[in-house]
């Protein structure tokens, strides 16, 4: 908890607009929390007995909080660490999140295809961050028609204005003619 809360400075901008974790200055990180956060880890890990879902997504957090810039960021070590929460604790929104550690450490191909598992998914039919995603990885692939109207049907499916207009703001990146982001 302490971990993830470390970043709550970083997650929105000076006018209240979300903050992808990929772009967030990691100087404004509380590393007083990620400290605390990541002593606790490594007390958990000490006691043995297998991680349980709590410390696998501490160790997940724990990934980040080591990486000083994005760029650093141990994704092949984040998707085994999904991968294992998702034998222990098995739901959609872990796949979700599994599909983009997928993604980040074997390139949006190999995320998307985690997606498309997804996509008849009863529980994520109406959760905005699927088509989100989906959006994202298609960018990377440079399938630009279909990013915006992935972005677009998120924005139609989020009840938060900052993060519609976050996600409207990448539809209209992807359309012809407009400058790359």
Known sequence: M????????ARVGPT???ILLLDQDRTL?????????????????????????????AAIAACHAHARTAAETDWHRIAA?????????????VELNRAVAVSMAFGPEAGLELLEALA????????HL???????????????????AEFERAATLTQNARERSLLLDRA???APGSAPS
């Open 130 to 148: 699927l088509p989100a995603v989906r959006g994202d990885l298609l960018t990377k692939l440079d399938r630009l028609e279909e990013a915006r």
């Open 29 to 57: 990180w509380d590393h007083v929390l990620v400290r605390r956060g990541l002593a606790a880890l490594q007390r958990a890990e000490e006691l043995g007995g297998g991680l349980g879902p709590y410390a696998l997504q």
């Open 16 to 18: 209240g607009e979300p």
């Open 172 to 174: 209209r990146a992807c």
């Open 120 to 127: 008849g998914e009863p529980l994520l039919k109406t959760y």
């Open 81 to 93: 660490l999904y991968d294992a929460l998702a034998q222990l604790m098995p739901s959609p929104v």
């Open 2 to 9: 302490e971990i993830q809360a470390s970043r709550a400075h």
